[in-house]
């Protein structure tokens, strides 16, 4: 049975903490929905209302052009060893470029990882849990190490022309902050 809250409590928090996986879900008003797997160290509860995740230069930004469409963004978290529960973060996204007079403080949460282009905060309004119980197990080995590799071997000037040239649209042509920046 599904249970609503209004913030993450400190089960939520333990859960969240233990996962090594989670997803984004966001869509804009008029497009394509995403979902996007997020692996690493890169997952922080900031307090009972904000969750933060440091964004990796990847081949797209959906997430981020997304939220400069409607804020809209879910996290879902899910069990795959132990027992089974599924969590969900509801909330508005709010996008923090390294230009940002809050990147100091957010990214100070995390490991100094290559290849870092944004902080993705969800302003929680509402958490749901739920059962999970068609959840398979699976069991985590390591994260793959290719797209730190990747960023590294491009270093910061290959990164900063390639997120001009892949990471300023969404695959619907909408803009992300870095084609407003």
Not at 23 to 50: L, T, W
Request: net charge neutral; glycine share 8%; aromatic share 10%.
């Amino acid at each position: 049975m599904a249970k609503f809250f209004t913030q993450l409590d400190a089960t939520h928090r333990a859960f969240i903490g233990k996962q090594h996986l989670f997803f984004v879900a966001s869509a804009p008003r008029i497009g394509r929905v995403n979902v996007s797997p997020k692996g690493m160290d890169c997952m922080r509860i900031v307090d009972d209302h904000r969750l933060a995740y440091l964004d990796l230069t990847g081949s797209g930004n959906e997430t981020a052009a997304h939220i400069l469409d409607n804020g809209r963004i879910t996290l879902m978290f899910c069990s795959f060893d132990g027992d089974p529960l599924i969590l969900r973060a509801y909330g508005r996204g709010e996008t923090v470029l390294p230009t940002d007079p809050q990147w100091p403080a957010l990214s100070a949460l995390f490991p100094d990882l290559p290849g870092a282009r944004q902080i993705i905060v969800t302003h929680i309004d509402a958490v749901q849990t739920s059962c999970g119980f068609a959840v398979p197990f699976y069991q985590f080995v390591e994260h793959r190490p290719l797209l730190l590799q990747w960023a590294t071997k491009k270093g910061a000037a290959g990164l900063a022309t390639y997120q001009q040239e892949k990471n300023t649209r969404s695959i619907d042509g909408l803009p992300t902050p870095f084609a407003v920046s």
